[in-house]
């Protein structure tokens, strides 16, 4: 799904109020070694939310940020929610996956 508006992503970070931000996590998981842009924890979930600055939304950017929701939910035991961030020259977009 495919939201645009910088609104968006000030409701989606917003969750932080009451939650606590982790900024470029490191991620160990079956043997690979990766690095979160951006994990919130609210309650009972994880908000992962990894930031791209290319023009369009690509195939391999999904399946990094599926990859970490993958790892959290499988280490945490709780659930996980994925959002890439295109940041872009005049828009952000933000591409729930």
Known sequence: MKIDSNNSFKSLTSLTVDGKVYKEVPLSFNGEIKQVDLLIKKDDRYIVIDYKSSENVM??????????????????????????????DDEVEIVEV
């Open 59 to 88: 195939t391999k950017h999904i399946k990094q940020v599926g990859y970490y929701k993958r790892a959290l939910k499988e280490i945490f035991l709780k659930g996980v929610d994925g959002y890439l961030c295109y940041v872009r």
